[in-house]
T-cell receptor, first 109, second 112 residues
Framework: NAGVTQTPKFQVLKTGQSMTLQCAQD?????MYWYRQDPGMGLRLIYYSASEGTTDKGEVPNGYNVSRLNKREFSLRLESAAPSQTSVYFC????????FGSGTQLSVL | QQQVKQSPQSLIVQKGGISIINCAYENTAFDYFPWYQQFPGKGPALLIAIRPDVSEKKEGRFTISFNKSAKQFSLHIMDSQPGDSATYFCAASINQGGKLIFGQGTELSVKP
């Protein structure tokens, strides 16, 4: 029982490059989320998916897209990475409480 | 607009002391107030949570105090231990959903 698994753990991109962050959960939760964590800002919600087949914008969605591939998987895509997207990204799933993955540290140069 | 404000930003406490972290919120529709603990290189993990129908909740050495009229809540860690050294986040949401609004975080260091 791995919980919420994120890949990769670390990534360095050049400005303008694209990449997809992968997330999978094995807890059979309907709801999944993507947060970003920046120093002094706490965690901010990027996108969420209340159930398979639905996605909605969170607090800071600009520059990101998401795909809820199935009940287990929820991916986050950066189409054209910018230095402002340098952050630690956390995927989470929830049933009564939020369970977080261990994060992806992304640097955009 | 920061809907949940957390203080202090950092805190140093001696082993055995009491650690106190405070949060204030603006949206009166919030009805779920969790605290998360995060160790370096890990994701946040739920520590304790409270709803506004009670003024205090205690789980072991951890207590949440809630003041609805002041729109404030706080985390108290009794008998603080070096293993409690971590970053703590308060948060708030409506209907206990996963759409949490987080505070800025407090880095706690407990000295032996």
């Amino acid at each position: 029982n791995a919980g919420v698994t994120q890949t990769p753990k670390f990534q360095v991109l050049k400005t303008g490059q694209s990449m997809t962050l992968q997330c999978a959960q094995d807890m059979n939760h309907n709801s999944m989320y993507w947060y970003r964590q920046d120093p002094g800002m706490g965690l901010r919600l990027i996108y969420y998916s209340a159930s398979e087949g639905t996605t909605d914008k969170g607090e800071v969605p600009n520059g990101y897209n998401v795909s809820r591939l199935n009940k287990r998987e929820f991916s986050l895509r950066l189409e054209s990475a910018a230095p402002s997207q340098t952050s630690v990204y956390f995927c989470a799933s929830s049933y009564e409480k939020l369970f977080f993955g261990s994060g992806t540290q992304l640097s955009v140069l | 607009q920061q809907q949940v404000k957390q203080s202090p930003q950092s805190l140093i406490v001696q082993k055995g002391g009491i650690s106190i972290i405070n949060c204030a919120y603006e949206n009166t529709a919030f009805d779920y107030f969790p605290w998360y603990q995060q160790f370096p290189g890990k994701g946040p993990a739920l520590l304790i949570a409270i709803r506004p129908d009670v003024s205090e909740k205690k789980e072991g050495r951890f207590t949440i105090s809630f003041n609805k009229s002041a729109k404030q809540f706080s985390l108290h860690i009794m008998d603080s231990q070096p293993g409690d050294s971590a970053t703590y986040f308060c948060a708030a949401s409506i209907n206990q959903g996963g759409k949490l609004i987080f505070g800025q975080g407090t880095e706690l260091s407990v000295k032996p």
